[in-house]
Antibody, heavy 123, light 107 residues
Framework: EVQLVESGGGLVQPGGSLRLSCATSGFSFSDHYIDWFRQAPGKGPEWVGR??????????KYAASVTGRFTISRDDSQSSLWLQMNSLKIEDTAVYYC??????????????WGQGTLVTVSS | DIQLTQSPSFLSASVGDRVTITCRAS??????LAWYQQKPGKAPKLLIY???TLETGVPARFSGSTSGTEFTLTITSLQPEDSATYYCQQPKSYPLTFGGGTKVEIK
């Protein structure tokens, strides 16, 4: 069974840091893209960033709103991924999800998602 | 960035009704579009990918179609469990973007 489980969310002050984890199981981790999304209260989902698969040298991409502040890393031996979030802003408050990506006809679709972890940035 | 304009933002329909949601892309994305269903407090669930391919396990009353830059999600016979918010999403280019969502209410 494919599973993704996020953890590490919590309350942090503006300017602070937080590291989210995404533990996965049930699939070949190194063969898949893993993306981070977030969803602010009452809003739609927003893409945060991507870690490509081993075939694409684990390259990363980020949304403009988090570039330079957030970093994605992964460890295939642990089938896990992390989102290091620095210089947090109030507008980063959201539920953060990790999701598995599968390539189809040149595009990557997110077919399994975790349950999410809440990050609250507030003083 | 590719903008996705989704309509309507809200619809109320009865059980058994045929429901259609539209998503228009600001530029050509071929058939590269996904539809997600999201219920309160839950993660999005993939329904349709590549414009019209039904994800494994999704009921056949859901279907997707494409015409140029306009994409359509159809629910042929609305069921009570279909009450949710539906989002389109394009995977064609970075940044990945979503439509504004359509909240479907059961009358």
């Amino acid at each position: 069974e494919v599973q993704l489980v996020e953890s590490g969310g919590g309350l942090v002050q503006p300017g602070g840091s937080l590291r989210l984890s995404c533990a996965t199981s049930g699939f070949s981790f190194s063969d898949h893209y893993i993306d981070w999304f977030r969803q602010a209260p009452g809003k739609g989902p927003e893409w945060v960033g991507r870690s490509s698969s081993k075939a694409y040298s684990y390259s990363t991409k980020y949304a403009a709103s988090v570039t330079g502040r957030f970093t994605i890393s992964r460890d295939d031996s642990q089938s896990s991924l992390w989102l290091q979030m620095n210089s947090l802003k109030i507008e980063d408050t959201a539920v953060y999800y990790c999701a598995r990506g599968v390539a189809v006809a040149g595009a990557v679709y997110l077919d399994f998602w975790g349950q999410g972890t809440l990050v609250t940035v507030s003083s | 960035d590719i903008q996705l304009t989704q309509s309507p933002s809200f619809l109320s329909a009865s059980v058994g009704d045929r429901v259609t949601i539209t998503c228009r892309a600001s530029q050509g994305i071929s058939t590269s579009l996904a539809w997600y269903q999201q219920k309160p407090g839950k993660a999005p669930k993939l329904l349709i990918y590549a414009g019209s391919t039904l994800e494994t396990g999704v009921p056949a009353r859901f279907s997707g179609s494409t015409s140029g830059t306009e994409f359509t999600l159809t629910i042929t016979s609305l069921q009570p469990e279909d009450s949710a918010t539906y989002y389109c999403q394009q995977p064609k280019s970075y940044p990945l973007t979503f439509g504004g969502g359509t909240k479907v209410e059961i009358k």
